[in-house]
């Protein structure tokens, strides 16, 4: 647990897991317990980290964003969405339910565009000053099964930013390096198949949460 009264739990998986989804059932049931819940995401879950969010994701200009430009900037975001949201709502009792934390930066910086691992580690536990999630749900599924749910999405109508327009080689490393995370960090990260119904789903990860409050 951390320090704090609240509860800090992170959701991640590859495209298309349907983290979203599984975001809004969770805090439908934090709620129902009679818990403050919060809903936030990275990047972003701030304005300011908002707008870096979108040059992170959508950026579209004839300069390129460098891989290390990247990092800094989404270490940047987190370091504001920690500071001016995170951890206070975890200092007054509430659970925060995150769309993506510093895993995903293991997963998509480190063992898809190959950056040192130990730098982003050392970079991630900078930004977070302390503040780790309690646990994080890891919703797997194969990057082409992903794939094929982005495309159907309504919010993306045929528009992908920057990550999503990788190669399935690119995502299948992300899958890997979020697997090997998992193996690495066993107490902290439960891994659940994103391949069942959204129902299905949404259950098991109630079932991690029997002794959380």
Do not use: W
């Not at 800094?72 to 975001?77: D, S, T």
């Not at 040192?116 to 991630?124: A, R």
């Not at 999503?164 to 198949?193: C, D, Q, W, Y």
């Not at 391949?195 to 079932?207: A, F, G």
Request: glycine share 6%; hydrophobic share 35%; net charge negative.
């Amino acid at each position: 647990m951390n320090s704090a009264k609240g509860l800090f739990i992170t959701i991640e998986g590859p495209e298309g897991a349907g983290k979203s989804t599984q975001l809004q059932m969770l805090r439908n049931y934090i709620e129902s317990q009679g818990k403050e819940c919060v809903v936030t995401r990275e990047p972003g879950g701030t304005p300011v980290a908002e707008q870096l969010r979108m040059l992170i994701k959508h950026h579209n200009g004839d300069e390129p964003i460098y891989d290390e430009t990247e990092l800094l900037l989404i270490e940047a975001a987190r370091a504001q969405h920690v500071k001016h949201l995170i951890a206070p709502a975890l200092k007054r009792g509430a659970v925060v339910l995150c769309d993506r934390f510093y895993d995903s930066t293991t997963a998509y910086q480190g063992y898809a565009r190959c950056m040192d691992l130990e730098v982003l580690h050392q970079l991630n536990c900078f930004a977070v000053n302390g503040c780790h999630p309690d646990l994080t749900i890891l919703l797997d599924i194969d990057p082409e099964k992903g794939f094929n749910r982005t495309a159907e999405r309504e919010e993306t109508l045929g528009e992908h930013d920057r990550f999503e327009l990788e190669n399935l080689e690119f995502h299948k490393a992300v899958r890997e390096g979020f697997l090997e995370i998992a193996i690495t960090e066993p107490e902290r990260v439960k891994v659940v198949s994103a391949s069942d119904t959204p129902e299905n789903v949404h259950l098991k990860i109630r079932e991690l949460l029997i002794n959380a409050f």
